[in-house]
């Protein structure tokens, strides 16, 4: 007699919403709410209309770069959208606006495209764009294990490079972010997994956490060295 084994299946769970994409919608509107709440709020004593819904939206912006909901390009590119298709409210005076020569959505798209203008903006771009050739090919490894062979027997040698790289990088990029986010950083971030020293790990500890404040300290110090090392100098020193 052969006997059959009755197997009991389960019923399949309905699937419901993940929380994560309704937290995502939320952080998402969080930005819009702020901005349209600040729109609501009455106008201080003393500033105009247009400059208060000018800080309105752009603290909306700077919410939604604080939860990120959108990747950070997005959201600023937005923010800058709003403000130039709300020009007329956001952006220009009355007086602005009744001038004879004055044109509306010329004055507007040139504001919105001022910022592309700007050299230092590029060199932060094109400064990037290199630390993702040296992900891309791991030259930053290849660097990493050169400074390995030669300065790794110790980590304070390792910190002295560091700091070495970034003083003589300093008088010629007028920009501490791209210097150290796009230069610095993509060649250290290699130098912790080399000791077996991993982010978001315990193991961290080891040298990772070392190296990576070696890095922010020695960017602070060599910012305010020179003239021409970091943006908002050079930009106090124009004017």
């Not at 309704?22 to 819009?32: D, H």
């Not at 602005?96 to 932060?124: C, E, P, R, Y």
Request: glycine content about 8%; hydrophobic content about 50%.
């Amino acid at each position: 007699m052969n006997e059959k084994s009755a197997t009991s299946h389960s019923p399949t769970p309905v699937s419901k919403p993940k929380d994560g994409k309704k937290n995502r919608l939320v952080m998402m509107a969080l930005p819009i709410i702020v901005a349209v709440l600040l729109l609501f709020v009455p106008v201080p004593d003393g500033l105009p209309p247009y400059a208060w819904h000018y800080f309105a939206i752009f603290v909306g912006v700077i919410v939604g770069l604080i939860f990120e909901p959108l990747p950070g390009a997005v959201i600023g590119l937005t923010g800058v959208v709003a403000i130039a298709l709300c020009s007329q409210w956001v952006l220009f005076s009355p007086e602005q606006m009744a001038a004879d020569k004055f044109h509306l959505a010329g004055a507007s798209f040139k504001w919105a495209v001022s910022g592309f203008g700007n050299s230092t903006v590029w060199l932060i771009f094109g400064a990037f764009m290199f630390a993702a050739g040296y992900d891309k090919t791991r030259f930053g490894r290849r660097l990493a294990l050169i400074l390995v062979k030669y300065l790794g027997r110790r980590s304070l040698t390792l910190g002295y490079a560091i700091t070495l790289a970034d003083l003589l990088l300093a008088p010629f990029t007028p920009s501490n972010t791209a210097r150290s986010g796009g230069t610095i950083y993509p060649i250290i971030a290699n130098l912790p997994p080399l000791y077996g020293s991993k982010p978001n790990d315990p193991s961290a500890r080891k040298i990772g956490s070392y190296l990576m404040w070696v890095a922010i300290t020695a960017a602070c110090i060599t910012s305010s060295m020179f003239l021409s090392a970091l943006a908002l100098t050079c930009w106090h020193w124009r004017w």
